[in-house]
Structures are given as C-alpha cells and as structure tokens.
C-alpha cells in the first residue's frame, strides 16, 4: 500500500453528505484520496468483500440495512478492510455498537475537519494492520501448537509400541536363555563327572588321557555361556519390571565376609590376597541378601580376574552421613589392577559395555554382570560408582540406606 494515495470506499446514500466528505478529503495537502462512491448495502457489501481498498467510511443510516449490520455481515464473511462508521449527531449507542461489531473507529457527522478526518483514517488503517498481523501470529502459533500435539501424539504412539516390542524382545530372551539353560546344565553336570571318574582313577573311566583337554574345554565353554544365560534371565526379569526383593534386616559386615570366604578359592589360584576391612559399629541394613550376594560376588570376582596374581584386594564396609537425618552403609572393593580409562567409565554399567582392559588371567565376561548390579543396587534404592586412576587400581563403591529404624538403633 502507497501511503501518499489511498483508496477509499465511501458508501452513503445521502449524495449531499458525500459530496461535503469527498471536499474534506482534497483538503488533506500530503495524501491523495481515490475516492470510490456507492449508495446502497448491497454494492458496500460485495465491494468490501472484493478488497481492493485501503479504507471504508460507511454511513450507519442507509437503505433497508444499517451500517450496523453491513459491519457485521462484511467481517463475518472475513472482510479485511477497516470501516469508519459516520453517524448522526446524539447516536452515541450506535457509536459503542458499532465498535463492538467490529468498526474501527467512528465520527460524528458535522464534527470533524479535514484533519481530523485524515488522521482518523490513517489510525484506523494501522489499527488493522496489527490485528492483521496479529492475527498471522495467532495463526501460525496455532498451526505450530496443532503440529507439535501432533508429533506428540505420533511420538507417544511409538515409544509405546517401543516399549512393546521392549517387552517382547524380553520375554523372548527370557525364553530362550531358560529354554538353553538345562541342556547346558546336563553338558556340564556330564562333562563334571567325567572328568572327576578320570582324576580318580576310577575303573570304567570315560576318558583316555587325550580326551580330557578336550572335556576341559567343553567345561569351561558350558561354564561360560550358563553364565551368560542366568545373566541374560535375570537382565530379562529386570527390565520387564519383576526385580522382586525379598528385604531382610541383615548384617553387611557378616554378608562381605561370608562372601570373601567364597572367594578365597579363586583369588588362591592367582596367589592373591583378600582383605576385609570395617567399623567398629556398622549399622544392619533392609536388604534382599541373595541378591546382594550377587552384586558382591560379581565386584570381588572382577577385582581377582583384572588384577595381577600376587596383588591384594581390599573389601570395606563402613557408614556415613547421606544427608542430614539419614545414614548409608559403603561397601568398597579396591584392586590393584590396570585401572580403568576415563572414556571406559561410561561404559561399564550398560549391558554389553566393556572396558578395553584386560583380564590377567585369561577370564571370560558376559558383559552384563555390572548392568545388572547397578539395578539390583538401585532397586534397594542405593547407588554403585566407580573410582579409578589408570595404573593405579580401581574402586567400586555400593552405598545402601540405612531404614529409620536401623539409624535410630545406631
């Protein structure tokens, strides 16, 4: 729009009011008005809906509609050009009406000059580029709004049918591992027992001398991936949410010792040395104690399978202040090993996530046992970290929390 010319649509049936309208706008020195004249409703209506106008002064007495609802009707059916009611001298009612329906502004016939008119007009024509802009904003904001509902609702629909296919997939593994577990059982148990008639020396043995490599092998492979298998069933039982404890008042010094003791065998055969470590008063805590077995074994094995023979490891139990109130037992075990590279912590809780180091004495891993005490820790409402500087060792660390009543004993 050339704001130094302006088309204006002046509908009025008194050509005599027009006339003295059409005079006031040539008075107006900096912009030029092409002035458009209709007399009845009907023309005002079909030429506010074609546009093509910058403006409307419209007289509110017309034919057998009223300005009033010529307004009405032009901005129901979507008109985008702003209207100037002209009104009679005392209508003030139809004035405030005709604001309320949607006019832009309105002057008093016989009470305004050139100036006035003239201003009147360019203020009306503003008016309704803000709410035109205005109006795009709320539009597209609207459009956006309906967008992103949409790519919730899509995105809610495949997270729950990742969840789905989640839960398949466990319950498939969850099959499967139990469905191989008891052959791999019976190869073990057998390939047990003949290598316990052959070291007995037992008549009938099974086994000539070359065979027995080969059985060893066949053990220690059935070893293994059983080991992977009861990992596998107890990831698949965890993330299907049927982590059940069965909580029990239970002294931590008592459980680490008793699990050591298990221990000694393994760290013997690496001419290692397995060292507990605790305060004088360590407060029992609420936990299920065959899980909890389990997390210890695994961190204690670790520590004997990455650390050099002849080294010691180092298992305290200790408590210490949470936070103010509340109490948590710590349960570290400290090896002497490689350590573990910054960039590996990361991985070393997720299943599957392995560090580069490198067991000492040739020892497999499924890659699950942490990813699995991490959950068992959690699930007791605890936490596991590691701590560790590269050739220095590394430490676990399994904080539990001591229940109120336990705090209140110690």
Known sequence: MNDSELKVLLVDDDEVDHLVTRRLLREVSRTRYDVTWLSTSDEAIDALLAGGYDVCLLDYRLDARTGLEVVHEANHLGCAIPIIMLTGVGDEAIDMAAMSAGAADYLVKGRFDAQILERTIRYAIEHKRSQLKLKQYADTLEESNRQLVQMHEELAAKNAELIRLNEEKNRFVGMAAHDLRNPLGVILGYSDFMLMT?????????????????????????????????????????????????????????????????????????????????????????????????????????????????????????????????????????????????????????????????????????????????????????????????????????????????????
């Open 198 to 410: 052959h070291r007995r020396g037992a008549p009938g043995s099974l086994l000539q001398e070359g065979g027995v490599e080969i059985v060893e092998m066949i053990r220690s492979s059935s070893k293994f991936m059983l080991s992977l298998i009861n990992d596998l069933l107890d990831v698949s039982m965890i993330e299907l949410g049927k982590l059940n404890l069965d909580r029990k008042s239970t002294d931590v010094v008592q459980l680490v010792e008793s699990n050591v003791a298990l221990n000694m065998v393994l760290a013997g055969q690496k001419s290692m040395r397995l060292v507990v470590e605790s305060d004088e008063r360590v407060p029992r805590v609420d936990v299920d104690v065959h899980k909890l077995e389990q997390v210890l074994n695994n961190l204690i094995s670790n520590a004997i399978h990455y650390s050099p023979p002849g080294t010691t490891i180092h298992v305290r139990v200790r408590s210490a202040r949470a936070t103010p109130g509340t109490t948590e037992v710590i349960v570290s075990v400290q090896d002497e090993g490689p350590g573990i590279a910054p960039e590996d912590i990361g991985k070393l809780f997720r299943p599957f996530g392995r560090a580069r180091t490198v067991s000492t004495g040739g020892e497999r891993s499924t890659g699950l046992g942490l990813a699995i005490a991490q959950r068992i820790v959690e699930g007791h409402g605890g936490r596991i970290w590691v701590e560790s500087v590269v050739s220095q060792g590394a430490t676990f660390f399994v904080a539990l929390p001591v229940s109120p009543v336990a705090n209140a004993a110690a």
